[in-house]
């Protein structure tokens, strides 16, 4: 099964990537292809990479380009923000992901570094695209600096906050801990993590948390004097060389760089004495100062000696290098195999990889998030690719999402109308007509005189004359829906700028129902924060008999299905069960018996109140035996007056996405829009059409 495993930090300096590269490594033991992603990477200077990608890479030989390795840069991510075009960002970094998912077993996600412009949104954006991927989350901390209240608070909280986001945290290490703490910080975490949450502690390891003399040389853009073999040495610490030599002596430690002015000699050459002494600790190289080069006399000296360090010189003063220097971070880097080799050590010394791969196999979420409901629906339309025309084809919101259709490869559009018309008002809202969008004026159509003749013959029996069937068919939804009935399209989305009878009336004239349906009804997919109900029917029947309401029940739950929700029907009313009476609670529950006897496949429950359909407590209070209640994810409203009313109120208030209305019944797919349409509504409608359209659907 393809799947992923999306890693994260609470801060910046967690150690995260102990755990990447110890949990790359495993799954490269379980399965043979494994990808790298990261939505979201620090800007770098032209020519410059981001070093996670690159080691990610070339350490564990991926088959991957690097381009394909990342979804965006931080200050794209700002820019988007500032735009409020964060749904747009999230829906492309989803659709990067599975493109890498379709081509690995397994793809291994890293979040953002919490360094850089885009620091103050960076919690928030982890949250945001954990949730949307779905896959299993391990959520990376540190102790370092911290009290071990602090610690643990901080990584309590973010539990919790990922929880309240509807992500459930799959495994927490709590890295950078002293190694006498380790015991007790584990019994502080199991106090306060959930029980089914997996708990590693992994220790502070001094060789990983310092830098090379590498990164430093990077940092302070130096140049290298001596040594450019030996930056990958490790530095401890640093240590300004001001004063006297026999006093800056007794201040070295092991894998101490020096820093010290150009000119000051002696402390140079008395740091590479001591190097090569047996009675003072090995240092790790010499920063010197000013922009100034040692004395000819000084580097004649040190060309002689059989052994040094790496000497570097900066511009910058000994104060500012030393300032800079404390502010370097550590990081895994192509090349630096000490350091690589440590990090997958360590971690597989500290955690139990078997269980940790058990998680991850045994992981399930419900959680569907509107992007992902858009995803799916877009590939979903994109593998089998489906033809449909728009009839209004000047309506620029029309316009707009035709383009952006077809420029998706999502589906093969026709527009209606004069070509002169629908290419000024194209030229208006700033989008070009191209070849890939073909335009019909009906008036015009070699299919013209056909089409009027087969609606002249289709609507004999009514005595239709053939001067009104010439004149209807140049009416574009009646071209449009005859385009459908003949086979030329594969489906129709029209009501921008049309009644909702204007669209629906050909398709019942022609068109007609599937065979076993009568009434043709609609659903709106209700797109909430953490799942879709399919609510039906919002949009075509005023006031439908129990007879019709059971119909509308069963089209509903064939269009769950389809879908991809289980479908888990309730019938609405003002009381649940048998616990109240009148005209309309007894229309619900001969709906409900007649949706059974139909249906006895499908899960039904009626009458029922809107909270104990969708609320698992109250479900569970009231009508305890139920398989449905609680947990509904097709809602039947009983008239309506109450399905338009809720859906439009549930969407105005929660920001839900309602897709839709979805026609439901009809031979051949025709789907109406609301006049008030925006293009994103225009769009997700065609989407729908052309699955509908489909040969599995």
Avoid at 110 to 127: H, Q
Avoid at 314 to 342: C, H, M, W, Y
Avoid at 611 to 637: C, H, R, W, Y
Wanted: charged share 25%; glycine share 6%.
């Amino acid at each position: 099964m393809k799947t992923g495993i999306y890693i994260t930090n609470t801060e910046r300096s967690t150690g995260r990537s102990i755990v990447s590269l110890g949990i790359l490594k495993l799954l490269l033991s379980k399965v043979s292809k494994v990808g790298y992603f990261r939505p979201i990477i620090n800007d770098y200077p032209m020519g410059k990479r981001d070093n996670h990608i690159e080691t990610m890479l070339s350490y564990f030989n991926l088959d991957m380009e690097y381009k394909d390795a990342y979804g965006f840069t931080m200050s794209q991510v700002v820019k988007y923000k500032n735009l409020g075009q964060e749904a747009r960002l999230i829906d492309q970094i989803i659709g990067k992901y599975k493109e890498l998912e379709e081509r690995f077993d397994v793809v291994l996600v890293e979040g953002s570094d919490f360094d850089g412009k885009g620091v103050a949104i960076e919690f928030d954006l982890n949250v945001e695209i954990a949730k949307n991927l779905s896959i299993p989350t391990i959520l990376i901390s540190s102790s370092h600096d911290k009290e071990m209240k602090d610690a643990v608070a901080n990584l309590d909280l973010a539990v919790k906050t990922y929880a309240e986001n509807d992500v459930l945290i799959q495994a927490v290490f709590m890295n950078r801990v002293p190694e006498n703490d380790m015991d007790e910080m584990r019994k502080e975490l199991l106090q306060v993590i959930p029980k089914e949450t997996y708990i590693e502690i992994i220790p502070e390891v001094k060789g990983l948390g310092s830098p090379t003399v590498r990164e430093i040389v990077e940092e302070l853009d130096g140049v290298v004097l001596y040594g450019e073999k030996l930056l990958c040495r490790q530095v401890d610490r640093y240590s300004v060389g001001a004063m006297q030599l026999r006093n800056f002596l007794d201040r070295l430690t092991e894998n101490t760089l020096v820093i010290t002015p150009g000119d000051r000699s002696e402390i140079i050459l008395g740091a590479l004495q001591a190097n090569v002494s047996t009675n003072y600790p090995s240092i790790a190289g010499i920063i010197v100062t000013g922009g100034m080069r040692p004395e000819e006399q000084i580097l004649k000296l040190i060309d002689g000696l059989s052994s040094i360090v790496p000497i570097i010189m900066v511009e910058d003063a000994t104060f500012i290098t030393a300032q800079k220097i404390s502010n370097v971070k550590p990081q895994i880097r192509p090349g630096i195999t000490r350091k690589l080799d440590l990090s997958i050590s360590t971690f597989e010394k500290y955690v139990d990889a078997e269980h940790l791969i058990d998680k991850f196999r045994s992981f399930k979420t419900d959680v569907v998030t509107p992007h992902m409901f858009q995803y799916n629906l877009v590939a979903k339309a994109k593998a089998k690719k489906k033809h449909v025309v728009l009839p209004e084809g000047t309506d620029p919101r029309v316009l707009l999402a035709a383009t952006s259709l077809v420029d998706q490869n999502v589906v093969d559009v026709t527009l209606l109308g004069k070509r002169e018309d629908i290419l000024i008002q194209a030229s208006k809202v700033g989008v070009k007509i191209n070849g890939n969008i073909k335009i019909i004026d009906p008036a015009k159509s070699e299919n013209y005189e056909d089409y009027w003749k087969t609606y002249h013959e289709l609507r004999k029996h009514k005595n239709i004359p053939e001067e009104m069937a010439k004149e209807a068919l140049l009416d574009v939804s009646y071209f449009g829906t005859m385009m459908v009935y003949k086979g030329h399209a594969d489906g129709m989305v029209s009501g921008a700028a049309h009644t909702t009878a204007h669209t629906i009336i050909p398709a019942l004239q022609f068109i007609k129902t599937r065979p076993g349906v009568s009434t043709v009804s609609s659903c709106f997919f209700m797109c909430l924060d953490d799942h879709v109900s399919v609510m039906g029917d919002c949009a075509v029947n005023v006031s439908p008999n129990a007879d019709q309401l059971a119909e509308i029940a069963i089209s509903s739950a064939e269009s769950a299905k389809a879908f991809g929700i289980d479908p888990k029907v309730a019938l609405l009313s003002y009381s649940s069960g048998t616990s109240g009476s009148g005209v309309e609670v007894d229309k619900v529950k001969a709906a409900t018996e007649k949706a059974i006897s139909l249906r006895p496949d499908l899960k039904i429950e009626g009458p029922i109140q809107y909270d104990a359909a969708v609320d698992p407590k109250v479900g569970k209070s009231k009508m305890p035996n139920s398989e449905v209640a609680g947990q509904a994810t097709v809602l039947i409203f009983p008239d309506l007056n109450t399905g338009n009313n809720t859906y439009k109120a549930i969407q105005r208030e929660t920001g839900a996405l309602a897709i839709g209305p979805m026609l439901q019944g009809l031979n051949k797919p025709v789907n109406d829009l609301s006049r008030g349409c925006t293009v994103e509504d225009i769009f997700n409608t065609v989407v729908i059409t052309a699955i509908q359209a489909q040969e599995d659907f």
